[in-house]
């Protein structure tokens, strides 16, 4: 017989006396059933849970895919206009200082701008719903030092 064969059964034996003891053997078995009942209604609960978000998350995907399939009306160039300055003044020290007109779902962005905030902008700008194509005929400048349209005020965005 082996070693592991020994250890075996000896532990084997120490766990039946642990919990066959006739003085305090009842109270550990009744404490590991409780545990193991808890331990089960935790893992349902768990898949629950789970079952739930997996759900929610394909009922995701679908509207989104539908969404994307649907032909959705264009929105109007001035509806654009507002939403491109909108999300412009979260991005640019001096929104003041671009202009920005829109044709057909065409966006033309120009003025000055400093030179860190462009690519931010135009990754912006191209995000936004209803936007085919950006043109940049923005001035890029390095600092507002000498630039009269980047003086004054910046918003809240910009640290000095």
């Not at 545990?35 to 935790?42: E, I, S, T």
């Not at 640019?92 to 000055?112: F, H, I, K, M, R």
Request: proline share 4%.
């Amino acid at each position: 017989m082996s070693i592991f064969a020994i250890l075996f059964f000896a532990l084997s034996g120490a766990g039946l006396m642990y919990f066959l003891d006739p003085q305090g053997g009842h109270r550990r078995r009744a404490l590991m059933r409780d545990q193991a009942v808890k331990a089960l209604n935790r893992t349902g609960d768990n898949l629950t849970g789970l079952t739930k978000e997996v759900k929610n998350r394909a009922q995701g995907v679908v509207a989104q895919t539908t969404s994307r399939l649907e032909k959705k009306e264009e929105p109007l160039d001035e509806t654009l206009i507002a939403q491109v300055r909108s999300r412009m003044g979260r991005i640019v020290s001096y929104p003041s200082a671009v202009e920005v007109n829109v044709n057909n779902g065409t966006v033309t962005l120009s003025g000055a701008i400093l030179a860190n905030e462009v690519e931010p902008l135009m990754r912006e700008v191209r995000s936004i719903a209803g936007v085919s194509a950006v043109d940049n005929q923005l001035q890029v400048y390095e600092d507002a030092s000498q630039i009269p349209s980047l003086q004054g005020s910046m918003t809240s965005t910009e640290h000095p």
